[in-house]
Each structure stands twice: as C-alpha cells, then as structure tokens.
C-alpha cells in the first residue's frame, strides 16, 4: 500500500488538552527570560530588554506553534512592560498605555504571525514535493511490470519463432499494452480531475440501464474468479440527469474493486433503489475490508489499501468521487474493519417530477 504522507503543520491555535503544557512552557520560558533580562539590563541599556520579549514569542512560535506565541506575546508584554517600562509604583498613576508596550506587543505579534506562515508555506510545499515524488516512484514500480513483459516477449521472439511461441508472446504482449493503456487512462482522468477540466455530458436517462451494462460488463471478472452476484435493482424507473458514459465507469470502478478485493467464490451484492429525492446504489463484498483510518483516504490519489490483488495505480476512486460529485452525489466507504468486508454507497439526485 502507497500512503502519501503529509507533513506535521505547526499548530494554528491552541486546543482544550495542549493548553495546560503550552502555558506551563511559555510560563517558565518567560520567567526564565525575566531572570536573564535582569542580568544583562545593565549591559544592554534602558530599553534593549526588551528585545528578549519579542523574541521569545517568534521562538515560541516556530516551536509549538502560532498559540503559545500568542502566550507568550501576551505575558512577555505584560510582565516587561511592568517590570521594565513602568515601575510598579507608578502602576495605579497611569491611564494609559506606554508606546513601548504597544510597540513590543505589536512586534511581538507580527513576528509571530509571519513566522507561523513562512513555516506552514515552507512545511506545505515540502509535502507537495514528497507527495509528487511518492507518485512519480509508484508511477515507475507500475510501468515497470509491463514493460518488462514485453521485453520478455520480444527475447522470446528472437531465440525463437514457432507458432507457439509467437502465440504466448503475442498474448504476452497484448495483455501488457492493455494493462499500459489503463494506466494512461487513469493518469489522463486524474490530471483533469486536478486541473478541474474533467466535463460530463449529462442527458436524462434511466439509471437502472447504466447500472445492467456495468454489471454485464464486470460479468468476465466475476466469472474468473467464481464469485456470485446478488442484484436487487428496484423496477420502478429511477430517472437521473446524468452522463452514461461516466456512471458505467464509477459503477465499472466499484464492482472491479469489490472483484479484486474478494477471495474466490465470494459474494458480491449490489442494490439500487429510492431514497427520498435520491436513488442510492449499494455496492457489497465480503473481502478484505477496510480499516477505519482508511475509509476517507481510500479516495485519495495513489492510496490503495493492502491486501487485494490485480492491477491499479489506486486512481480508481480518486476518480468515482469526483464524477459522482460532478453529478451532484456524494459516494461513502464503509466497513466494519478488516477481514469484515466493505461496502461504497453512492448517492445521485432523482429528477423531480418523475
């Protein structure tokens, strides 16, 4: 299974169960500052201490993210401005704020929040780089099969040119390009998936139809594996705005993947009925299922889950929720863990009047 990985962001805000740690570090970073600052004031003149208040937070920040640099900001301004802008007995004299304190708690603030972002764009960036690289790998791991079969082909071709062997090669050969033709294929859909110019020809039509001619075609598929179809089409017409083409494939998709991740002789089932303003298909195996973690990630490009067998570059969903979507669905993953089989619902609008 290929995972890509995404880097950690820095944290943007507090949360309810890292706020006791966060502000017991930023408590004693700025006692600890406190301290230094007293020991060097003399050195440093009236109002270089101060320094140390903006750049504790900036640090802070790159460390443990934007809300302890808010912490500390807060505190460090709070506890120099008193300590080292305006004594403490001139504390209940004074109405107003110094311009120091508003300087050092503005500057504060800024660093921290231009730190926070050139980390996050630098972090960003660095996980769009391992994940186009993770993707270029698997890319290569897949086109490697094939095309090592059609050298093998080609190396049989020389030592040898007897009918026999000239049928093996041929098979060989024709089994590769169209295994190389699906990859192409699927890294062309996802391409305009992410360039957004993926189109749908949509035009009323009964669903039920291009449910049967997914089923017909996936018939071979479950015919080489012994594995029986349980269907239960509802009879009533379920009239949709929809492109045919494209819905085969989703559905083409999904019964592939129910296939490949069954053992033999499994059961398939799959459902289509009703739902309110909806028609909703249900497509189940009894295969390998899914772990929690992976029911959402399933859908993204390149991820595939351990365990199946058969070709893929893990395009296949990526590509079904994005033409389900563009038919104004929502497709969901469901399982109740490994070795429990899984389930893909799919979701489309009925038009209204039918």
């Known amino acids: 299974m290929v995972v890509p990985v995404a880097a950690r962001r820095p944290r943007a805000a507090l949360t309810r169960s890292g706020l006791v740690p966060d502000l017991g570090v930023v408590v004693g970073i700025i006692a600890v500052t406190v301290l230094v600052q007293f020991v060097i004031g003399p050195w440093l003149g009236e109002r270089m201490p101060l320094l140390l208040s903006v750049a504790v937070p900036a640090a802070l920040t790159s460390w443990r993210g934007f809300g302890s640099g808010l912490l500390a900001s807060s505190l460090g301004t709070t506890v120099g401005s008193t300590l080292f802008i305006q004594p403490l007995a001139s504390l209940n004299h004074s109405d107003h704020v110094h311009a120091d304190t508003l300087l050092m708690f503005g500057s504060s603030m800024f660093l921290c929040w231009l730190i926070y972002r050139l980390k996050t764009e630098h972090e960003i960036t660095t996980a769009r780089q391992d994940e186009r690289n993770k993707a270029l790998h698997f890319v290569a791991h897949e086109l490697r099969d094939p095309l090592a079969t059609v050298h093998l082909a080609a190396s049989m071709l020389q030592r040898d040119r007897s009918e026999e ?69 509802a009879e009533p017409p379920l009239w949709i705005d929809g492109d045919g083409g494209r819905l085969q494939q989703v559905f083409a998709n999904l019964l592939s993947n129910a296939s490949r991740y069954s053992p033999e002789g499994a059961e398939i089932f799959v459902s289509a009925q009703r739902a309110g303003d909806h028609a909703l298909i249900v ?7 899914i772990r929690t973690d992976m029911l959402e990630r399933i859908f993204e490009p390149f991820v595939r889950e351990s365990g199946g067998r058969g070709d893929g570059l893990g395009l296949g969903l990526t590509l079904v929720r994005r033409l389900v979507e563009q038919h104004g669905g929502h497709v969901r993953a469901a399982s109740a863990g490994p070795g429990r089989g899984s389930s893909f619902s799919v979701e489309l609008p009925l038009l209204t009047g039918d």
Request: charged share 30%; proline share 0%; glycine share 6%.
């Open 165 to 233: 062997t000239r049928d093996h090669a041929t098979k060989l050969i024709l089994g590769s390009a169209s295994r190389l033709g699906r990859i192409v294929e699927d890294l062309v859909d996802v391409a305009r998936v992410q360039a957004k110019v993926l189109r749908i020809e949509t035009a009323r039509l009964r669903l039920q139809d291009t449910l049967n001619a997914a089923l017909d075609a996936a018939a071979l598929i479950f015919d080489q594996k012994q594995q029986r179809l349980s269907a239960e089409i």
């Open 283 to 289: 497509i189940r195996d009894t295969g390998v299922g």
